[in-house]
């Protein structure tokens, strides 16, 4: 009220540039604070497994906690041996969803997950990709349906997608169990690259929990 009354009792006592200023500094917290991510961090109550959503700018990335014994038993399940279920078990394994939540008609979206980088401690590294899988498991003698059916289960490498188009699969990132890191990743719309980062990513623990009854 005080502005106002100055402005229209005395105008000339008013510092115009730094009105102006602080008129252009609103307008930049404005627009920034619209573009700001929505970082959702939450916990299923059912199993206490821990998930991380990050959505802004038409690109919406979920990665949800996969206990080891999950996926220990997913992959016995489909013809893999004990040690080597056990190796992907203990490589930080997430179910990921990849969604365009864009309100554009032509805004499609697309990733490619082999750029994206994990930063734990002072290293930084890929995901553990497609490539590295498939020469682990020929190595480790897998029967070819194991290797196919551990394929199909991946996040795939390289995305593209409508507006609502979904996708989900398993994104592994090479860390022992209850480890901690960043994600940084990218991708593309419209032209344009975007890049986001999720920070304090915890891998799930190698825990026992007793079946609910």
């Given at each position: 009220m005080k502005f106002i009354?100055?402005?229209?009792?005395?105008?000339?006592?008013?510092?115009?540039?730094?009105?102006?200023?602080?008129?252009?500094?609103a307008l930049i917290i404005s627009s920034s604070y619209a573009d700001e991510?929505?970082?959702e961090r939450g916990e299923d109550p059912a199993t206490g497994l821990k998930y991380w959503q990050w959505d802004n700018d038409g690109f919406l990335l979920r990665l949800t906690q996969r206990l080891p014994d999950q996926t220990r038993a997913?992959?016995?399940?489909?013809?893999?041996?004990e040690a080597s279920a056990e190796i992907a078990a203990t490589s930080c394994i997430f179910q990921t969803m990849i969604k365009n939540t864009g309100t554009q008609p032509s805004q499609k979206i697309s990733a490619t997950i082999s750029h994206w980088q994990v930063v734990s401690g002072e290293s930084s590294k890929q995901l553990l990709h497609r490539e590295y899988w498939r020469n682990l498991w020929l190595e480790r003698n897998q029967s070819q349906s194991a290797r196919v059916a551990f394929e199909w289960s991946l996040l795939p490498e390289s995305v593209e997608y409508?507006?609502?188009?979904?996708?989900?699969?398993m994104s592994s990132y090479g860390?022992?169990?209850?480890?901690?890191?960043d994600l940084i990743f990218s991708?593309?719309?419209?032209?344009?690259?975007?890049?986001?980062r999720i920070d304090n990513v915890i891998c799930a623990d190698d825990i026992h929990p007793e079946p609910a009854t």
């Open positions: 009354s100055l402005l229209i009792n005395n105008p000339l006592s008013l510092n115009i540039p730094a009105l102006l200023l602080l008129f252009c500094t991510p929505v970082i997913y992959f016995e399940a489909r013809g893999f041996d409508d507006i609502n188009d979904y996708n989900w699969g860390l022992p169990p209850g480890s901690q890191f991708w593309k719309s419209q032209g344009k690259i975007f890049e986001g």
